[in-house]
């Protein structure tokens, strides 16, 4: 009897950390829907929030992920949704900094790019890992950058596309606030974001992975 008391309380606790997953990703959703400040672009920029989350639910089960990577995973949900309601180049918190540092733009949509790095590569190496697709430290971590590097080129491919479509309503979306530089120093970011992941979040990864597939 003893033995099955456990189980049942692990289940108890999954489910609440999912709970508690879902009340802060639901909390900060329907706050970033109330009225944005430009509600196309809040549909463009909130709508790979949506996909992640039906990610989630649909391996929920079947393919279970670390507590570590559901954690970086709605942090990256939530950093897309507070730029999906004021647009990325006017998020208020980052106005008041490009202000006391003397910075010309709005940074915010570089943090948003940093994660596109950070998450993607920390997605792939627990993919890499539990599927043994790729066993060696140095290639595993080559492929992870490769995929991270390019996942962002696309999502610039994507962002293009996207102003192509829409015309001058696009600049909202885009964000680049007369960067000339700005897609290359978004995909710099990305790189950066890639690198810190496997650099810092190697550790206490492995030791989720080891706890999970006990």
Not at 12 to 39: H, M, N, Q, T
Request: net charge neutral; charged share 20%.
């Amino acid at each position: 009897m003893a033995k099955d008391i456990k189980p049942m309380k692990q289940a108890e606790s999954l489910s609440s950390k999912a709970y508690l997953w879902l009340g802060l990703f639901f909390s900060v959703f329907i706050w970033s829907g109330i009225e944005p400040k430009d509600r196309l672009t809040w549909v463009l920029e909130a709508g790979p929030a949506i996909i992640g989350l039906w990610v989630v639910a649909k391996t929920r089960s079947s393919f279970p992920l670390t507590p570590l990577l559901y954690f970086w995973i709605l942090l990256h949900c939530i950093v897309l949704m507070v730029g999906a309601k004021y647009t990325y180049a006017e998020v208020p918190l980052f106005d008041w900094i490009s202000e006391f540092f003397g910075w010309e733009r709005n940074n915010y949509d570089k943090v948003g790019h940093l994660m596109q790095g950070l998450v993607p590569a920390l997605i792939t190496r627990e993919i890499l890992l539990r599927k043994k697709v790729v066993i060696p430290d140095g290639w595993r971590n080559f492929i992870i950058i490769s995929i991270c590097l390019a996942f962002s080129a696309f999502y610039e491919l994507i962002e293009w596309w996207a102003a192509l479509l829409i015309g001058e309503d696009a600049d909202a979306f885009l964000g680049t606030q007369g960067y000339v530089w700005d897609t290359q120093s978004d995909m710099a970011l990305a790189l950066l974001g890639s690198v810190l992941s496997i650099l810092f979040l190697r550790k206490s990864h492995d030791l989720q992975l080891k706890a999970l597939l006990k």
